[in-house]
């Protein structure tokens, strides 16, 4: 549905409300290593959404990437950053210019309610309630059990 950069960018950003509870500062090669992405594709990331506020650097040796984990994050501000505006959560699936319910696509009516539904989810969900869910056990981002298994 999103753009790797967008999925990356998920990730990182939920990666660093984790761990700035501990008020730790991460650098480019230990949050790339976290999200599985390489590292310039991952520095680049993080440069966009510092540039839109979403996380926050300080340069130098005792620097690195962070957040207030007391700021209201939601999915859709991080999308929003990484795209621009918020337009993918409202362009056609099969990526028409034009398509609504008065000029609809061959698939518009089967996932219209899919779509509308994720764009609610994106909008109300805060990066800090899924830390909360990580934290609680409810959740996970990466799978060791499979990590191990295929070492």
């Not at 991952?42 to 690195?64: C, D, F, M, Y």
């Amino acid at each position: 549905m999103f753009s790797k950069s967008c999925e990356y960018a998920l990730r990182a950003v939920i990666f660093i409300y984790i761990k700035a509870k501990d008020g730790v500062r991460l650098s480019v090669p230990a949050i790339a290593k976290e999200i599985d992405a390489p590292i310039p594709y991952t520095a680049k990331i993080l440069q966009t959404l510092t540039r839109e506020g979403v996380i926050e650097s300080i340069k130098g040796p005792n620097g690195g990437f962070f957040v207030d984990p007391r700021a209201r994050v939601t999915l859709a501000d991080i999308v929003k950053a990484m795209y621009g505006s918020d337009k993918v959560l409202h362009t056609c699936v099969l990526g028409l210019k034009e398509c609504s319910d008065e000029y609809p696509c061959p698939i518009h009516a089967r996932v219209k309610g899919y779509r509308d539904h994720v764009r609610t989810v994106m909008k109300n969900t805060t990066v800090q309630s899924l830390v909360n869910d990580l934290a609680k056990g409810r959740t996970f981002l990466k799978n060791e059990r499979r990590r191990k298994s295929s070492r």
